[in-house]
Structure formats: structure tokens, C-alpha cells
């Protein structure tokens, strides 16, 4: 399974910054989709995460800022952030909760990163 982002950048206090993230590879299902970050000297954490029905999750640092949408003819995630402060800088990865074709048990996958940082 292949996770490409894009849509990372620099940009000032109080902008937004939409990421995307396409899987592709031999998926057999999809049971959910996600996005973690993570800030220089602290844990991944949870951002957002959309259900294949259609169920999002945020983190309540992000709620009301932030949505996660869900493309599933295209395998792709996407994360439309709004209002984005200073402590929102982090590298942001896009997560996939599923199955590929032969293989029974469920796994994540993970993307390679994209930057985001927030000037104030």
C-alpha cells in the first residue's frame, strides 16, 4: 500500500491549508482512514480519522478548524484545515486502517509526512 500527501506549506496565523493523501496498491478494504501529526519533541497524535461509512473522530484541539472527507472511488482522504494557529506546526501523516488482497488480518499504513508550519 502506497500513501502519497500532498498539500503541506507555509503559511501565516488564521490561514488554511487543505492536505490530500491517495493510497493506492493492492487494497482489499478500507476500514478507515486518517490523519496523525507530530511536533518536534512530542508524540504522533490523532488529528482527525473518517470511518469507510462516513464517521469522523477530531481531536479537540482541532474541532470546528478542521474537516476530513472521504473520497472512496478514489482511495483518498482529505483534511481542509482552517483558522490554523502557530501550534498547529508539525509534520502531518495520512494513516490507512484496512486489508490488501491475501491478507486476513487488518494493518496500518502510513505515509511519508508533509510539513505544515503556521507563522504567527
Known amino acids: 500500500v502506497q500513501l502519497v500527501e500532498s498539500g503541506g506549506g507555509l503559511v501565516q496565523a488564521g490561514g488554511s491549508l487543505r492536505l490530500s493523501c491517495a493510497a493506492s496498491g493492492s487494497i482489499f478494504s478500507i476500514n478507515a482512514m486518517g490523519w496523525y501529526r507530530q511536533a518536534p519533541g512530542n508524540q504522533r497524535e490523532l488529528v482527525a480519522v473518517?470511518?469507510?461509512?462516513?464517521?469522523?473522530n477530531y481531536a479537540d484541539s482541532v474541532k470546528g478548524r478542521f474537516t476530513i472527507s472521504r473520497d472512496n472511488t478514489k482511495n483518498t482522504v482529505y483534511l481542509q484545515m482552517n483558522s490554523l494557529k502557530p501550534e498547529d506546526t508539525a509534520v502531518y501523516y495520512c494513516?490507512?486502517?484496512?486489508?490488501?488482497?491475501?491478507?486476513?488480518?487488518?494493518?496500518?499504513?502510513w505515509g511519508q509526512g508533509t510539513q505544515v508550519t503556521v507563522s504567527s
Open positions: 494513516n490507512l486502517r484496512g486489508r490488501i488482497f491475501g491478507i486476513i488480518k487488518e494493518y496500518d499504513y
Open positions: 473518517i470511518s469507510s461509512g462516513g464517521s469522523t
